[in-house]
């Protein structure tokens, strides 16, 4: 693995897949504590706008449940009880010490008997098909080598016509944005990070994995090639976000 100088993390473009599964899960056990703050701070509270965009597109008119694949610290699942009070919500991850902190905040807010947590694999997700009427994950899917089996795999598991919703921060196309976030990304967020992670070589991984992220439109073409249709794209604060909104094709 070879690995910069600088930073403790090699880069993704010269990562194995399983090398990367491996750093993920280090960077996402080690990061959990600030996790929170620190995206509340870098993204300027945006995340949590971002977060509820994503809920409100959602539907529920058949099994009234929703998967929160690489559900974190359980932002995106509290944020759709919080949008849809009749449904329920299940989030899991392959990271215990982020699971633990998502039912602190469960708790907190009294969602317990509305959201259940689950340890668990998003290349292998244990539920029956056609279980849930929407999945998503929300900042996750740059970390999953494997894209086209996660999608199969949400696909998987929602009724015919239900959704998928992809949340992810993407590298804006505006030259002039990109002249302001690329020195953002590399410079100013590992700055900030250092002065408030216990970790903070995670955030340079990070900031690689978006540099490394396809452009928008390539990333929904990949959803369509897994089998999604009427795949859309939203994309949100001057593009450094986009949700992408697909759908298992459903009857005539």
């Given amino acids: ?33 600030k996790y929170d703050f620190l995206n509340h701070v870098l993204s300027a509270g945006q ?4 977060r509820r965009f994503a ?12 998967l929160d694949v690489a559900a974190g610290t359980g932002d995106l699942g509290i944020a759709t009880a919080l949008s849809h009070p009749g449904i329920h919500v299940v989030g899991l ?14 708790r907190r807010r009294n969602l317990s008997t509305r959201i259940g947590l689950l ?20 900042f996750g899917i740059r970390n999953i080598p494997d894209k086209q089996s996660a999608f199969r795999e949400m696909l998987r598991v929602v009724v015919p016509g239900g959704q998928v919703l992809i949340l ?9 944005i990109k002249r302001l976030y690329a020195p953002y990304l590399t410079r100013l967020l590992p700055a900030l990070a250092r002065a408030f992670s216990p ?20 990333f929904a073409r990949s959803m ?24 298992k094709p459903g009857p005539d």
């Fill in 55 to 66: 809920a409100r597109r959602m539907n529920f008119e058949h099994t009234f449940r929703y």
């Fill in 93 to 106: 991850d392959f990271v215990r010490e982020m699971l633990d902190t998502a039912q602190k905040k469960i």
């Fill in 47 to 50: 995340d949590i706008h971002w």
């Fill in 168 to 176: 992810e921060m993407t590298f804006p196309q505006h030259p002039f």
């Fill in 1 to 33: 693995m070879k690995q910069d100088p600088k930073n403790r993390y090699p880069s993704v473009s010269r990562i194995s897949d399983a090398q990367r599964v491996r750093v993920v899960k280090e960077i996402f056990a080690t990061v959990t504590g």
């Fill in 119 to 138: 340890q668990g694999d998003a290349l292998h997700l244990p539920f029956p098909d056609g279980g849930f009427d929407a999945a998503g994950i929300a």
């Fill in 199 to 218: 970790n903070p070589d995670a955030y340079r991984y990070l900031a690689d994995s978006i540099l490394d992220f396809p452009p928008p439109p390539r």
């Fill in 224 to 247: 369509e090639q897994a089998g999604m249709v009427d795949v859309r794209r939203h994309p949100l604060t001057l593009g450094i976000t986009h949700l992408f909104v697909g759908h």
